[in-house]
């Protein structure tokens, strides 16, 4: 019994991670997919671009000490 109560957990979290955060609306969703695959895309991707310019530490320069 106790294998099967791990097993329901299991697929219980599986359905909440394909169900998505329930914090995000609908129009939440609806920006986080224009800006990763939308029109919104490039001016995303060139905002991490500056922003791995501007962090040594996030663009991978920063000295390991």
Not at 15 to 38: F, H, M, N, Y
Not at 49 to 62: I, K, M, R, S
Request: proline share 3%.
């Amino acid at each position: 019994m106790g294998d099967m109560a791990v097993t329901d957990l299991i697929e219980q979290r599986r359905l909440r991670r394909r169900a998505g955060d329930p914090r995000v609306t609908d129009a939440g969703r609806e920006i986080i997919s224009r800006i990763t695959t939308g029109d919104l895309a490039d001016e995303f991707q060139a905002a991490l671009d500056a922003d791995l310019v501007a962090d040594p530490l996030l663009g991978g320069q920063a000295d390991a000490d």
